[in-house]
């Protein structure tokens, strides 16, 4: 990509709501992200398999999904600012590793984009999924106006996790 006087960007994360990040990564320089445009990756879908010290659990990754979609915002980002949009990328989730997807615009355009996500991890321990990962992700894609449907199946994600590891918890004790 280099050459390129921007560079398209798919946003399915954290980076979603930049006044989130800020609030999140308080003192830290937040790189100024460009506003994007409404789109949906093609064939790949959300695994929360990576764990995440930072998160207290398991956090997610883009992996190959045939017939899935990802919600999220198409942001074409100027080349000097790729540097710093991938450190705050590796700051929030650990998405260190760069990946192609396909997008589909609100308009009905599909193009090639780049992704951050984290990478497979290698024989991670058992542990649970990070509720407040979960409910960060939704918070970022009702602050970034992603439709409802999506919102609330974040959101009802984050309700179910918080459930399930309640009820383990209680049925240790």
């Known amino acids: 990509m280099p050459g390129s006087s921007s560079l398209p960007w798919f946003v399915f994360s954290l980076t979603l709501a930049p006044e989130l990040v800020r609030e999140r990564l308080q003192g830290a320089s937040v790189p100024e992200l460009p506003t994007g445009e409404l789109a949906e990756a093609l064939d790949v879908g959300l695994v929360y398999d990576v764990p995440?010290?930072?998160?207290?659990?398991?956090?997610?990754r883009l992996v190959e999904a045939p017939g899935q979609r990802v919600?999220?915002?198409?942001?074409?980002?100027?080349?000097p600012a790729w540097g710093p949009v991938a450190r705050l990328e590796?700051?929030?989730?650990?998405?260190?590793?760069?990946?192609?997807?396909?997008?589909?615009?609100?308009?009905?355009?599909?193009?090639?984009?780049?992704?951050?996500?984290?990478?497979?991890?290698?024989?991670?321990?058992?542990?649970?999924?990070?509720?407040?990962?979960?409910?960060?992700?939704?918070?970022?894609?009702?602050?970034?106006?992603?439709?409802?449907?999506?919102?609330?199946?974040?959101?009802?994600?984050?309700?179910?996790?918080?459930?399930?590891?309640?009820?383990?918890a209680d049925r240790v004790r």
Do not use: I
């Open 52 to 60: 995440s010290a930072d998160w207290g659990g398991r956090v997610a």
């Open 71 to 79: 919600m999220g915002l198409l942001r074409t980002v100027p080349s």
């Open 90 to 168: 590796a700051l929030l989730g650990g998405a260190t590793g760069e990946r192609p997807v396909r997008v589909r615009t609100a308009s009905g355009a599909v193009r090639a984009a780049r992704a951050f996500s984290p990478a497979e991890p290698r024989n991670p321990p058992p542990g649970p999924v990070s509720v407040a990962f979960l409910v960060a992700l939704a918070q970022a894609a009702e602050h970034a106006g992603l439709p409802s449907h999506y919102v609330e199946r974040l959101q009802a994600e984050a309700h179910l996790v918080r459930t399930v590891q309640r009820a383990q």
